[in-house]
């Protein structure tokens, strides 16, 4: 982990504990982190020393300014003062999973074959609360290369039940 993710990320985090403004931030971090992570040539702009910091501090006032609590416009601003916007989203992925865990959530991301309804999707979040204790925040893909089945990543491990895994074994089973 780099160190001005760690810093910044745990400098963010405390102040929301401060002012028990964790799921505020959280939510305003949302929009900010999808605007910047489509858009890189801002970053690109944000961070460029050619430019005077003056305009790229109203930049940022002028894009989250309406969005963003103070402090977490503030935050945004004193890494294009400290010239640190290339790593902002660094920063942001390391604010969320603090604000995860000290919620006592996890995020997972499940992965399937096909579109899980509504019903498998609120069935597999239970089972997957139940396995690791702790609510989660579901992030869901589709790769049709699993053929069947679902993959699912939540705290670090992986759960695979996909045909493509299953018969991946059983061809190894076979060429043994």
């Known amino acids: 982990m780099m160190e001005t993710e760690r810093e910044y990320g745990e400098a963010l985090f405390a102040l929301a504990l ?8 959280e939510a305003a971090l949302m929009p900010v982190e999808t605007v910047l992570a489509e858009n890189p040539d ?3 702009f944000l961070a460029s020393p050619a430019l005077p910091l003056s305009e790229r501090l109203a930049a940022l006032e002028e894009a989250f ?9 503030s935050f945004l601003q004193l890494l294009c003062e400290h010239g640190k916007m290339r790593e902002v989203l ?3 992925a390391h604010f969320r999973r603090l604000a995860t865990a000290a919620q006592n959530r996890a995020t997972a991301v ?3 074959a096909v579109e899980l309804t509504d019903s ?6 239970e089972k997957l609360a ?7 925040d579901p992030h869901y893909q589709i790769d049709d290369s699993l053929i069947g089945g679902v993959r699912v990543e939540v705290d670090g491990h992986t759960i695979d039940g996909s ?14």
């Not at 300014?65 to 416009?73: A, F, I, K, N, S």
């Not at 045909?163 to 043994?176: D, I, N, T, Y």
């Open 42 to 44: 801002y970053v690109e």
């Open 130 to 136: 139940k396995k690791v204790g702790k609510q989660i």
């Open 163 to 176: 045909v493509r895994r299953r018969l991946g074994e059983l061809k190894e089973v076979m060429s043994s």
């Open 65 to 73: 300014g309406r969005y963003c609590p103070e402090y977490v416009l």
């Open 120 to 125: 498998q999707k609120t069935a597999l979040c």
């Open 18 to 25: 401060e002012t028990q403004a964790v799921a505020e931030f």
């Open 110 to 112: 499940i992965t399937s």
């Open 90 to 92: 660094d920063c942001i």
